[in-house]
């Protein structure tokens, strides 16, 4: 029987295959399973061999290492690598999780490399100048729009409070309480 690897796991360990420190890290987990989910797909399982790669895991096996990737996950991923590891709920054995999220920080696909294998060097690099090229004018233009929308929100229909008239209006009803407050004391005095 030929068991296919999903394309999750081929892509995974695509990368792992060009990062030997990588597979090192992974190596000392051989037979330990990672359980992938997701909001709208179905459950991943995989499980580390000996050499630091990751085959599908028989059905039988429990997972030492579950990682939840939820709708808010996406956004995240918009807004920085950080924001992305903060959305991913992550649970099981501690040690192992340490190493996958350390990999999901550190190890970086060369797209260029495997474009030059394809094209050629210069190609290779030209293409990928334009991608980035192109990836940071969209960025830009995400800010741009965002600022521009902040803008209108704030200064024209005055939908949101700048910084300085709420921490006004804080000072001013923190004032308010004190205020009030003291009066009820007095009162308090007066009526005892």
């Known amino acids: 029987m030929i068991v296919f690897e999903s394309p999750v796991s081929a892509a995974l360990n695509h990368l792992l295959g060009a990062e030997s420190w990588a597979r090192a890290r992974l190596a000392p987990f051989a037979g330990e399973t990672l359980e992938l ?9 995989l499980a580390l061999d000996s050499t630091g ?23 995240a991923l918009l807004r920085g690598e950080d924001h992305f590891m903060r959305a991913v709920e992550v649970t099981g054995d501690a040690r192992f999780a340490n190493e996958v999220l350390f990999l999901f920080r550190h190890l970086r696909w060369d797209a260029e490399e495997d474009l ?15 991608a980035r090229e192109f990836a940071a004018w969209h960025r830009d233009a995400l800010a741009r729009l965002a600022e521009n929308f902040m803008d209108y929100a704030i200064e ?9 008239e ?15 407050e003291r009066l009820e004391k007095r009162v308090e005095r007066l009526a005892g």
């Open 37 to 45: 989910r997701f909001s709208v797909l179905p459950a991943l399982r």
């Open 53 to 75: 790669r990751l085959r599908p895991a028989p059905e039988e096996a429990q997972a030492s290492l579950i990682m939840a990737f939820g709708p808010e996950v996406l956004p």
């Open 116 to 130: 030059a294998r394809l094209v050629g060097d210069a190609p290779a690099h030209r293409i990928a100048a334009t």
């Open 156 to 164: 024209e229909q005055r939908l949101l409070a700048q910084r300085a």
């Open 166 to 180: 709420f921490e006004e209006l804080r000072s001013s009803v923190s004032q308010l309480r004190d205020a009030l």
